[in-house]
């Protein structure tokens, strides 16, 4: 006997709906316009969730960036509040990795605090240590640290305070640029505008006010285009200058042609070399051997006609840099100092001042290769350069008394004792004359104002304790912007000052730097190239890329 039994309502609602689909689809295949329609409806929707997948993405990159970078400008503007904007007015730049930022950029990164500013959200840290509230940190007792302090407070600040300074002072010394600007920032911006002024208006404003900040900055740049930014200096190392051929011994002398395309080395191994300097290939133009003469010291004559180069012998050598010959000079007429190694030229290429015996400066003529005149210093003599256009002379030495010469009158114009020097060592007149620097046995240098120190005032107007061995080498740059100093007696012993805010560069050189024992050092006459000759043989080539001519 069969049973039966009636259909489960589940089953019979399925089939119930797959016999309305299939008469559904019957009825739309032959209409050919529902096809479009459905075909449209699709693509909205497929449309739609792409664009809130699209939204999620970016939420979700906001979320991100928030939790990487947080609000380092907001700290600062927290501690610095005017300070910052003291510091960079509108007329100034600041320079980071190449890029030169106004006071527009500046402001809108470190102007105010987050609470200031009703439409941003203050976004809390994810994470925070609980044992910085309860930590100290004593600025006084690390060095690095001191710039941390604020005038009529103590040298003790929570941890919490001090981690803050610390940004503050990242955020000063790296200000944000404004092509490093977030994404997210950008576009809450914009959001922001357009919500208070109107959609349709909001871009176009915009977009003049970013043209009017690029012209704006554009005008700026090239206003302070030669000015050199002081703490961080743009520099990197090129192949070595004499690297198709180094010298066997200690490089004595490197110096720049006019041209700032040759480049003179000279030293113990008795040879001139002349190196074609390109940063790249620095190929060799020619080497001239000395027989006989261990060279002390050799320079070009100020009209690239000749070199001079000395020795630790009462004669020296000009090479005729236009014909090729060598001419030995000396020894000179009435005189018997057995020594010639130490001497300047004058900027008209008109005359060479050796460093004589018992205080005697020798003048001789570079036309006719005669001694025209001695000038008579109270005790001996270490260091000369010439000023104003080769018309007057500065000259220092072992009394610690600097003395200003006027050489068309052959006399002591002004005598005044190098505060602070017992036995000077080195000294440099700028190319502008404006300026002198005087260096020390004891690795003091004191840079003077020439026009005070004339006028009776003998303080200096800044006196450098970077080194503390004897210094060896002082010399400024083409522009008096850059002041060089150098001591051999000490490895790496070698800093770069910035004359117009009296600093010296913090970023170079580096531990890692090869700089060994520095015995000679020059500038380029456009200030892109410094070369340094060293103990080893080798001259280092560094560009110096503020600068765009060598």
């Given at each position: 006997?069969?049973?039966?039994?009636a259909?489960?309502?589940?089953?019979?609602?399925?089939?119930?709906?797959?016999?309305?689909?299939?008469?559904?689809q019957?009825?739309?295949?032959?209409?050919?316009?529902?096809k479009?329609e459905?075909?449209a409806?699709?693509?909205?929707?497929?449309?739609?969730?792409?664009?809130?997948?699209?939204?999620?993405?970016?939420?979700?990159?906001?979320?991100?960036?928030?939790?990487?970078?947080?609000?380092?400008?907001?700290?600062?503007?927290?501690?610095?509040?005017?300070?910052?904007?003291?510091?960079?007015?509108?007329?100034?730049?600041?320079?980071?990795?190449?890029?030169?930022i106004?006071?527009?950029?500046?402001?809108?990164?470190?102007k105010?605090?987050?609470?200031?500013?009703?439409?941003?959200?203050?976004?809390?840290?994810?994470?925070?240590?609980?044992?910085?509230?309860?930590?100290?940190?004593?600025?006084?007792?690390?060095?690095?640290?001191?710039?941390?302090?604020?005038?009529?407070?103590?040298?003790?600040?929570?941890?919490?305070?001090?981690?803050?300074?610390?940004?503050?002072?990242?955020?000063?010394?790296?200000p944000?640029?404004?092509?490093?600007t977030?994404?997210?920032?950008?576009?809450?911006?914009?959001?922001?505008?357009?919500?208070?002024?109107?959609?349709s208006?909001?871009?176009?404003?915009?977009?003049?006010?970013?043209?009017?900040?690029?012209?704006?900055?554009?005008?700026?740049?090239?206003?302070?285009?030669?000015?050199?930014?002081?703490?961080?200096?743009?520099?990197?190392?090129?192949?070595?200058?004499?690297?198709?051929?180094?010298?066997?011994a200690?490089?004595?002398?490197?110096?720049?042609?006019?041209?700032?395309?040759?480049?003179?080395?000279?030293?113990?191994?008795?040879?001139?070399?002349?190196?074609?300097?390109?940063?790249?290939?620095?190929?060799?133009?020619?080497?001239?051997?000395?027989?006989?003469?261990?060279?002390?010291?050799?320079?070009?004559?100020?009209?690239?006609?000749?070199?001079?180069?000395?020795?630790?012998?009462?004669?020296?050598?000009?090479?005729?840099?236009?014909?090729?010959?060598?001419?030995?000079?000396?020894?000179?007429?009435?005189?018997?100092?057995?020594?010639?190694?130490?001497?300047?030229?004058?900027?008209?290429?008109?005359?060479?001042?050796?460093?004589?015996?018992e205080?005697?400066?020798?003048?001789?003529?570079?036309r006719?290769?005669?001694?025209?005149?001695?000038?008579?210093?109270?005790?001996?003599?270490?260091?000369?350069?010439?000023?104003?256009?080769?018309?007057?002379?500065?000259?220092?030495?072992?009394?610690?008394e600097?003395?200003?010469?006027?050489?068309?009158?052959?006399?002591?114009?002004?005598?005044?004792?190098?505060?602070?020097?017992?036995?000077?060592?080195?000294?440099?007149?700028?190319?502008?004359?404006?300026?002198?620097?005087?260096?020390?046995?004891?690795?003091?240098?004191?840079?003077?104002?020439?026009?005070?120190?004339?006028?009776?005032?003998?303080?200096?107007?800044?006196?450098?304790?970077?080194l503390?061995?004897?210094?060896?080498?002082?010399k400024?740059?083409?522009?008096?912007?850059?002041?060089?100093?150098?001591?051999?007696?000490?490895?790496?012993?070698?800093?770069?000052?910035?004359?117009?805010?009296?600093?010296?560069?913090?970023?170079w050189?580096?531990?890692?730097?090869?700089?060994?024992?520095?015995?000679?050092?020059?500038?380029?006459?456009?200030?892109?190239?410094?070369?340094?000759?060293?103990?080893?043989?080798?001259?280092?080539?560094?560009?110096?890329?503020?600068y765009e001519?060598?």
């Open positions: 006997m069969a049973t039966t039994s259909s489960p309502p589940q089953i019979r609602s399925t089939k119930r709906h797959e016999k309305h689909r299939d008469n559904a019957q009825q739309h295949s032959g209409n050919p316009e529902m479009v459905i075909k409806a699709t693509a909205r929707g497929s449309k739609k969730a792409r664009l809130r997948s699209l939204q999620k993405e970016r939420e979700e990159a906001d979320r991100l960036e928030s939790l990487l970078f947080g609000n380092l400008e907001d700290s600062a503007a927290a501690l610095f509040g005017e300070e910052l904007e003291d510091e960079f007015p509108l007329s100034v730049t600041t320079s980071v990795a190449g890029a030169f106004g006071e527009d950029e500046l402001g809108c990164q470190l105010a605090l987050p609470s200031e500013k009703p439409g941003d959200e203050w976004r809390k840290p994810v994470w925070e240590d609980e044992e910085e509230a309860k930590a100290t940190v004593k600025l006084s007792n690390t060095n690095r640290l001191r710039k941390l302090l604020k005038e009529g407070e103590g040298d003790t600040v929570s941890g919490v305070d001090y981690v803050a300074r610390l940004r503050a002072l990242h955020a000063k010394l790296n944000g640029i404004s092509w490093g977030l994404p997210s920032k950008i576009r809450k911006r914009r959001h922001r505008d357009s919500d208070e002024e109107g959609d208006g909001a871009s176009s404003e915009l977009e003049d006010e970013a043209n009017e900040a690029l012209l704006r900055n554009c005008d700026v740049i090239v206003k302070n285009k030669a000015r050199l930014p002081q703490g961080l200096i743009e520099i990197s190392r090129m192949r070595d200058a004499n690297i198709n051929e180094p010298s066997n200690v490089v004595q002398s490197v110096e720049f042609h006019t041209n700032a395309q040759i480049l003179l080395t000279a030293g113990f191994d008795k040879k001139l070399r002349f190196f074609q300097i390109d940063g790249k290939r620095n190929s060799k133009v020619q080497s001239i051997f000395l027989e006989d003469f261990p060279i002390r010291k050799a320079s070009f004559v100020p009209d690239g006609s000749r070199v001079i180069a000395t020795a630790r012998r009462n004669f020296y050598y000009a090479y005729d840099m236009h014909g090729g010959g060598v001419e030995k000079i000396g020894p000179l007429v009435g005189r018997e100092e057995k020594s010639l190694e130490s001497f300047g030229i004058s900027q008209d290429s008109k005359l060479i001042a050796f460093l004589g015996n205080g005697y400066i020798l003048l001789t003529s570079v006719t290769k005669q001694l025209v005149g001695t000038l008579k210093m109270n005790g001996s003599v270490r260091a000369l350069s010439f000023a104003a256009n080769g018309n007057e002379l500065v000259s220092s030495g072992g009394d610690g600097v003395y200003h010469w006027d050489l068309r009158t052959r006399r002591c114009i002004h005598k005044e004792k190098d505060e602070g020097c017992i036995k000077s060592t080195a000294l440099s007149v700028s190319p502008n004359s404006r300026l002198f620097a005087t260096g020390s046995e004891s690795g003091v240098v004191n840079v003077y104002a020439r026009e005070s120190f004339l006028g009776g005032s003998t303080r200096p107007a800044k006196v450098f304790l970077n503390v061995t004897t210094i060896d080498n002082l400024f740059n083409g522009d008096s912007q850059i002041l060089a100093m150098a001591s051999r007696m000490k490895k790496n012993a070698l800093r770069l000052v910035h004359i117009p805010s009296s600093t010296v560069f913090y970023n050189p580096t531990p890692k730097t090869p700089l060994q024992y520095v015995h000679s050092l020059d500038f380029s006459p456009g200030g892109g190239f410094l070369a340094v000759g060293n103990a080893s043989g080798k001259v280092l080539l560094f560009r110096l890329r503020h001519q060598a």
